[in-house]
């Protein structure tokens, strides 16, 4: 029963603490200032407001033209390393399929040729058979019935 006395106790305490400090100002509320500025001091914080941003604008520019030159490097080498192994792969390849592969960049070639359902196979056609030397070439019978 103690710890509760205690506890009251405290309670009370701090609410006679706020009842004893009431805001001084609680019936009034504040105007904000007014500030009143000449054109010329207007102008200033214009002009100094368009400098940060003009700043921060030129940072950002250059920010993105470092990036966009590091991507289109890397883009650069990427081709020029898929146009070394597109020749490897094309030189079994027929010329008009070749004419459709120079349509696309060389990373799209490289993915096509490296695809095994696009694979071309060279396939060698059989020698057709010679012909009977003689007369017609061909032995020629009549069916009489």
């Known amino acids: 029963m103690t710890d509760e006395k205690v506890e009251k106790e405290s309670t009370e305490d701090k609410q006679e603490d706020v009842k004893a400090d009431p805001p001084q100002d609680a019936g009034k509320k ?33 920010e993105y033209k470092e990036f966009r030159d590091g991507v289109e490097k890397r883009e650069k080498d990427a ?50 058979p010679q012909p009977n030397e003689g007369r017609g070439g061909q032995r020629k019978s009549i069916n009489i019935l």
């Open 79 to 128: 081709n020029d390393a898929a146009a070394e192994k597109v020749e490897t792969l094309r030189k079994d390849i027929p010329e008009s399929v070749i004419k459709l592969l120079d349509k696309l960049t060389p990373i799209e070639q490289l993915e096509w040729l490296s695809d095994p359902e696009n694979a071309i196979t060279k396939k060698e056609i059989p020698a057709l």
């Open 30 to 62: 504040e105007a904000p200032e007014k500030i009143t500025l000449t054109k010329q001091e207007y102008d200033n914080q214009l002009a100094q407001a368009r400098r940060k941003a003009d700043a921060e604008l030129r940072t950002i520019q250059a």
